[in-house]
């Protein structure tokens, strides 16, 4: 069972639909122990950084993710729901993630922002979550990122005036800056590679 966090935040019957392709039961919901016990947690987000982490927080959303931390259960970050993962953020004022993964996200060095559109991810070949789709577009919609690798883990980048990373898989933990539920083809297979792992 695939369970969506609900916490005000993330295109969630988008996601919803496109987790239901590769899963046989998806919930969406912010009921603590579902999202504890689900075989995988997705985390969505849009928005501002700031805003989401002060949503997620306040339906108990580090509670959630330290119980399935110190399980190692799988979890999925999209988009600010990938920021929220690392350290902190400088959008609009300096903001605290949960640092589970290292590092800061800042404004991308770009002519136009947001980032808006079909961009390719260099992903290595090692990873498990572009297997069989390393060659295709995904879908963005962003002015922020992390731009840092995050060491022992499998950085996939994309670049928009800059490099930055598009996604990022250590351990029990995968999460993509682009909205995979939005990608068509691409992000179903990659949802669908996600699902297979649990």
Known sequence: MIAILDYGSGNLRSAERAFELAADKVIVTSDPRICIEADGLVVPGVGAFAACMEQFLNIG???IIAAR???????????VGMQIFFDSSSEKKMSKGLGILPGDIS??????LPHMGWNTVAAPAESKLF????DQSFYFVHSFAAKKRVSSAINSTSNYGEDFLAAVEKDFIVA????PEKSGAAGAKLISNWVKSL
Request: hydrophobic share 45%.
């Open 61 to 63: 959303g580090r509670e």
């Open 107 to 112: 404004q991308i060095e770009a002519a136009i």
């Open 176 to 179: 993509t800056q682009f909205h």
């Open 131 to 134: 297997s069989g789709i390393a």
């Open 69 to 79: 931390v110190a399980n190692s259960s799988p979890i999925f970050g999209i988009c």
